[in-house]
């Protein structure tokens, strides 16, 4: 993530580089190709951003899960704050943190001076899935680049750290729109920044709503989705916020609406999601930290990976059923120790300036998910005994993953383990050839994905329909060309798995 002050005058926040791609290998098509071993690929990732993202991933791992206390009982569809300040005072339980706060013709009015004031008034209380709606315009400004925020995830008495949706009067720059966080050290992480289509200006209402589900969030400027994190850090216990920062900006039409915990299914007019196939596996040696890495710097709302065990039981992330193709060493992963796999190089085989990166475990890639954002498809490979799911399950529990793990595999019996041991975790199931009746196997297995090769799919397009009637969402594999990410998103497909991640996000705002 990128430590930028989008309160600075003058410039556009600029955003985390798309890096250069290369075609993916024909062993990284599809999630349930067994390839031999390839001779070593040349990536072309420069080796310092190479050693820049090594290090990022280097620090952003092996912190420990931290217990947060949890949300009250959910009530989706409760809506817990509906204000239209016509009763001329500001609203009990609304707090003036700082700066001038005031209710006037039916309008709630926040005053900040200066570039450097944050002023904030907060209200509400801590929800894990929210739409947070507002009506915004900004009365006068000192500067274009000046804003106003919806707080996500606010104390009550706006001590740092916190969460924040902006919104410039000069909407159209490059960080028009922006997802922040005011760290603990008082300084900004600003995770993702867009344009807007038209701009606020002075004098002009414009409606802004933000869905939050858990660590993701969705940006609405005008009823049009323009922006998406996945890196909010949430606190367990604060509440929302408006904020203004060096203009006086007026508020109208207030909601706060609770969510159902995050569907799969695609919203109307939302983007297909995309789903990094092994992470970036067409810039970075695949299954590997630095590959989620460049994932996540490209816009990716999904990591994909593979797990299956050492001899010793602990489950690495790896696709094929040899280390012989992606790392330096031989021989079956499920008859290599633990120790034997962490030595091992899994980066030079793709290119030279990838030396030494190394297969993570499943553990350390969600730590690594956990601290630096992101959501996780995980692929359990192959077949696996009841033990050895418990043992996946176990690890997404340490690290307080449920919430942004789906679990998707070939293997029937596996889906039927992780349904009787986590209930919690939603499941995909994944197919080369589509099943007689995919709404049927669904229902008997509580699938919330249903996840055919594209080719498949493409033979019997009915299926999306029949599907999505029943509630099901699917998650396509695995295509890399825009001629191709254009069927799908023209059948409404949920979600794209791709080796071009950062490709999807552009041509995803491209056709919008």
């Known amino acids: 993530m990128m430590t930028l002050d989008p309160a600075r005058a003058g410039g556009n926040t600029p955003v985390a580089g798309r890096q250069p791609l290369r075609r993916s290998a024909a062993s990284r098509r599809s999630p349930g190709a067994r390839p031999g071993r390839p001779g070593i690929r040349r990536g072309r990732q420069a080796p310092a951003f190479a050693a820049a993202l090594l290090l990022a991933v280097a620090a952003g791992t092996g912190a420990a899960a931290t217990a947060e206390p949890g949300p009250a009982a959910a009530e989706p569809g409760r809506v817990h704050v509906a204000e239209n300040f016509d009763g001329g005072t500001l609203p009990a339980g609304w707090r003036a943190v700082d700066g ?125 989705e323009l922006l998406r994190t996945g890196s909010l850090r949430r606190s367990g216990s604060a509440g929302q916020a408006l904020f203004v920062n060096g203009a006086t900006v007026s508020f109208d039409d207030v909601r ?31 299954n590997t930290l630095v590959a989620q890495e460049i994932a996540r710097r490209g816009g990716a ?47 030079s085989w793709f290119a030279p300036h990838y030396a030494g990166v190394r297969m993570p475990t499943l553990a350390e890639q969600l730590a690594d998910l956990r601290t630096r954002g992101g959501r996780l498809v995980l692929e359990i490979k192959g077949a696996h005994s009841r ?22 595999s070939f293997e029937v019996d596996v889906l039927r383990y992780s349904r009787e041991l986590a209930p919690e975790l939603p499941l995909g199931l994944l197919r080369s050839t589509l099943d007689a009746d995919p709404v049927a196997v669904a229902a008997e297995l509580g699938l919330a994905t249903y996840n055919p090769s594209s080719s498949a799919l493409l033979g019997r397009p009915a299926v999306v329909g029949d599907l999505h009637r029943a509630g099901i969402a699917l998650m396509v594999w695995t295509v890399d060309t825009p001629a191709g990410w254009r069927q799908l998103d023209d059948l409404g497909v949920d979600g794209i798995i791709t080796n071009r991640p950062a490709e999807l996000v552009g041509w995803n705002a491209a056709r919008r």
Not at 264 to 276: E, F, Q
Not at 322 to 329: F, L
């Open 387 to 408: 033990a050895e799911v418990a043992r996946i399950v176990s690890v997404v529990r340490e690290q307080q993953m449920a919430d942004r793990v789906l679990v998707q």
């Open 301 to 347: 709302d999904w990591i994909e990976n593979d797990v299956q065990p050492s001899s010793d039981g602990v489950p690495f992330v790896l696709h094929d059923a040899t280390v012989d193709r992606t790392t330096d060493g031989t021989g079956a992963v499920r008859t290599l120790t633990s120790s034997r796999l962490r030595a091992l190089d899994a980066g």
């Open 256 to 286: 706060i609406t609770e969510l159902a915990p995050s569907a799969l299914l695609r919203p109307p007019g939302s983007p297909v999601a995309v789903i990094a196939h092994r992470g970036a596996s067409a810039a970075a040696p695949e």
């Open 100 to 224: 001038s706060w005031q209710v006037r013709d039916g309008r709630l009015y926040g005053t900040s001076t200066g570039s450097g004031q944050n002023n904030k008034i907060t209200f509400g209380a801590y929800l894990e899935h929210f739409r947070f709606e507002a009506t915004v315009r900004f009365e006068s400004v000192t500067a274009s680049t000046r804003w106003a925020a919806l707080g996500l995830d606010v104390p009550a008495t706006g001590a740092t750290p916190w969460w924040i949706a902006t919104v410039r009067s000069g909407t159209t720059a490059a960080n028009g729109l922006e997802f922040a966080e005011r760290t603990a050290g008082n300084a900004w992480n600003v995770t993702d920044t867009a344009a807007a289509p038209t701009a606020a200006g002075t004098g002009r209402d414009v409606r802004v709503a933000i869905d939050v589900h858990g660590s993701q969030a969705r940006w609405s400027f005008d009823g049009r």
